[in-house]
């Protein structure tokens, strides 16, 4: 899930089954807030090769979107009228589980957590959104796998220091 704050949307990837997680169908949805939360199916991911699993999306402070594949390894963008993507370049590493994926709008840095596959070590990332490259950041304390990740805004009227 991710806040678009260009548009003031709320959006969310969704599947329709994850058995086997390469023949799963990934969905872009938006989620309208008001008296009732009601969620609105922008699309299936389009111009996507079968065995891509979309777990993560984020906007960039300038509204645009980007979606994380772990099975290729890959970044995507995303339009988020249309679900259409392309794809951007590899990770350069070979991800997996459950991820975390968020923007640091104050300085536009693309974040991600995820297990390294091949060591199996649960890393922080920072993702060049222009060629899709990883570059590690740091070993995440004990290891834990993140299933979410949000970077706290610094244009809020709260100061940094006061956020948990």
Known sequence: MTWDATTDTLFAVGADDFTPMADTNFFLARIDRGHEVT????????????GVAIVGIAVDPIGRMFGIDILGDR?????????????IGSLGFNANGAVGFDFDDATATLYLTSIEDNS????????????????????????????????????????PTEVP
């Open 75 to 87: 970044l995507f963008a995303i339009d988020k009228d249309t679900a259409e993507m392309a794809p």
């Open 120 to 159: 199996g070590m649960a890393n922080l990332y920072t993702i060049n959104t222009a060629t899709g490259e990883a570059s590690i950041v740091g070993h995440l304390i004990n290891g834990n796998q993140h299933t979410a990740l949000a970077i706290a805004s610094r244009t809020a009227c709260i100061p």
């Open 39 to 50: 969620a609105t199916i922008i699309g299936g991911f389009l111009g996507i090769p079968q």
